[in-house]
């Protein structure tokens, strides 16, 4: 099993930006789809933003379209959501996951997941 590390969550204003960072352990990363979730409190964990193997395709949930950017740097084993223009509705607890078969907005996808990063927006 991969181990997945999340970091760069913190204390943010409305309209500011915040950059998450997932590490992950192991030699296979490059051929593993990864997605970004989020759980807010009382709230279902929901789909945030996923990325192909290569990084080449891209996916959102229309919450957070135009705002948030997915990439990943398979030289450092790492993924990455740069968050823009944040919204008090944003405050959540982060998820990273691998995802190994399936859509890339399903949860049922991911067979692999961090510890989550708190994320809070003040408005």
């Known amino acids: 099993q991969v181990q997945l590390v999340e970091s760069g969550g913190g204390l943010v204003q409305a309209g500011g930006s915040l950059r998450l960072s997932c590490a992950a352990s192991?030699?296979?990363?490059?051929?593993?789809?990864m997605g970004w979730f989020r759980q807010a409190p009382e709230k279902e964990r929901e789909f945030v933003a996923a990325?192909?193997?290569?990084?080449?395709?891209?996916y959102y949930a229309d919450s957070v379209k135009g705002r948030f950017t997915v990439s990943r740097d398979n030289a450092k084993n790492t993924l990455y959501l740069q968050m823009n223009s944040l919204q008090p509705e944003d405050t959540a607890v982060y998820y990273c996951?691998?995802?190994?078969?399936?859509?890339?907005?399903?949860?049922?996808?991911?067979?692999?997941w961090g510890q989550g990063t708190q994320v809070t927006v003040s408005s």
């Open positions: 996951a691998r995802r190994s078969w399936g859509g890339p907005s399903e949860q049922r996808a991911y067979d692999s």
């Open positions: 192991g030699r296979t990363f490059s051929s593993y789809g």
């Open positions: 990325i192909s193997g290569s990084g080449g395709i891209t």
